[in-house]
């Protein structure tokens, strides 16, 4: 799988006056360096939606590009992603967004750029299985609304401190491993099988435990 590097320069070219609030935007990056590299695949999505990541806006083998004609009044997102000979993609750049005239790196990282602290320093690499797995949670289940956008935003405000101390500390790390198990496995859930039918089986699971529960539970002493 090759990786890609942050998006490094962003530059604003704002079309002639006859033609009303239309903008191109140019990016740079630096360039993957690993043998196998086939190109870059950029993307961009509207405030609210999600990256159609069958349908790149731009694809190259060149480190820059050019989006032509978007509208200066809305908020867009860019991602990038490289690409190998086999087809394999790395995981999302960070995330630039630029609305209203401004332009910045979007705190919410847009789709597995980094930004799971906890996470990556719980389990080593912001590209071990787990971490990946919770990043693509954060992309298609928690961004793309705002009361998720909201937690997350406070979570990469909070985190770091955590996760450096979680980071220097072995025993630590593993308790931290084994308390993201539920989460890990809750979002695995939701990618793989969707919405509905995890709500179903977690539905399912808990009617069981409280079953059990009452089958087990203490009877209470007996008064004389």
């Not at 990556?120 to 590209?127: E, I, L, Q």
């Not at 985190?159 to 931290?176: E, F, G, T, Y």
Request: glycine share 8%; proline share 5%; with cysteine.
């Amino acid at each position: 799988m090759v990786s890609f590097k942050v998006l490094l320069l962003f530059i604003i070219f704002i079309s002639p006056a006859n033609v009303a609030h239309c903008l191109d935007l140019s990016f740079a990056w630096d360039a993957n360096t690993e043998p196998d590299l086939a190109g870059y695949r950029v993307f961009y999505r509207q405030e609210g939606q999600n990256y159609d990541y069958n349908n790149p806006v731009w694809e190259t083998i060149e480190t820059t590009c050019t989006i032509f004609g978007l509208d200066d009044n809305t908020t867009y997102y860019f991602i990038s992603r490289a690409f190998d000979i086999y087809g394999n993609e790395s995981d999302n750049s960070v995330e630039l967004c630029h609305g209203a005239g401004i332009i910045a790196y979007s705190s919410g990282g847009g789709g597995g750029g980094g930004g799971c602290f906890i996470a990556t320093a719980a389990f080593g690499s912001k590209f071990e299985k787990h971490v990946r797995l919770l990043r693509r949670f954060r992309d298609l289940y928690l961004l793309p609304h705002s009361v998720g956008r909201a937690f997350v935003n406070a979570y990469y405000r909070y985190s770091p401190p955590v996760a450096d101390v979680i980071a220097h500390h072995p025993p630590l790390r593993a308790m931290v491993r084994w308390s993201l198990l539920p989460l890990v496995s809750l979002s695995w859930m939701l990618l793989n099988l969707g919405f509905i039918p995890t709500i179903f089986l977690m539905f399912l699971m808990g009617s069981v435990m409280w079953v059990c529960y009452l089958k087990i539970r203490p009877t209470g002493a007996q008064t004389s």
